[in-house]
């Protein structure tokens, strides 16, 4: 049984530390510390864990931030889930304890960055969540040193889930499609007969096509890259992220 709960102990904070290693691989110097945590938790940000008995088995992240124009919102920072424990919907149920913290402080917006080429996080935050994207940040952080992210360029969306709206929670009573497969493919767009709506096709296995043909996986991020871009220029918002016969599309819509 599974129990979510906010992380108080010094013993609770110093697992958050092993599990970053254990879910992103990253070296020490990159690993968030019990100090920093205990700050930020202290100070109106949110570190919730999910315990399999005395385990942690997953994490949450996130602090107070500002929008551009100086709205409160809710940065979320960090979420992961241990591999013994994932394709449970762990961390689906770890974003909903975020948003249920958030909206009883009466804050509307949560925002948080991903790799739009890594659809298993993109099923969560489109797919489930009901999240929403029309920013794309080129190599955010630099380049990275941790086993996930190193090699290429870390492009990140920029998500905002308007954890109030009636479209999160409708997104929310749908189940989630089942997960499927596709097979590494040069990148190609397709437009809907509506100009009102677009797909972007995408891996959906991405570390695979990494570890296995690196000038593949270069080219995708650079000619999605692109694509997003000149999408988002447009007026388009990444609204869902689709599986069907096999393939995998980002559906962007005018709204």
């Not at 999910?50 to 385990?55: I, K, L, Q, S, T």
């Not at 974003?95 to 009883?104: D, F, I, P, Y």
Request: glycine share 8%; net charge negative; with cysteine.
């Amino acid at each position: 049984m599974i129990a979510i709960h906010p992380l108080t102990t010094h013993e609770e904070i110093l697992a958050v530390e092993q599990i970053q290693r254990d879910v992103w691989g990253v070296p020490d110097v990159e690993v968030v510390p019990l100090h920093l945590l205990i700050t930020a938790a202290k100070n109106g940000g949110l570190l919730l864990g999910a315990f399999d008995g005395e385990r942690l088995a997953g994490f949450v992240f996130g602090f107070l931030g500002l929008t551009a124009d100086g709205r409160l919102k809710h940065c979320s920072h960090m979420a992961g889930v241990h591999p013994d424990y994932r394709d449970q919907g762990l961390g689906y149920q770890l974003k909903l304890a975020q948003r249920a913290h958030v909206l009883a402080l009466g804050i509307d917006l949560v925002t948080w960055t991903f790799d739009p080429l890594e659809t298993r996080n993109a099923q969560l935050n489109f797919h489930k969540l009901g999240a929403l994207c029309n920013t794309y940040l080129r190599n955010l952080y630099g380049d990275m040193r941790d086993g996930l992210n190193a090699g290429l360029p870390s492009d990140r969306f920029q998500v905002d889930w308007w954890v109030g709206s009636q479209q999160v929670a409708e997104r929310l009573r749908v189940e989630e499609a089942p997960p499927s497969s596709i097979a590494p493919a040069a990148p190609r767009l397709a437009r809907d007969a509506s100009a009102d709506q677009m797909m972007l096709e995408v891996p959906a296995h991405f570390q695979t096509i990494k570890q296995t043909d690196m000038p593949l996986a270069m080219q995708w991020r650079l000619r999605t890259r692109q694509r997003f871009e000149d999408a988002f220029s447009q007026g388009y918002t990444v609204t869902d992220l689709l599986r069907h016969d096999d393939r995998c599309h980002y559906l962007l819509k005018r709204l």
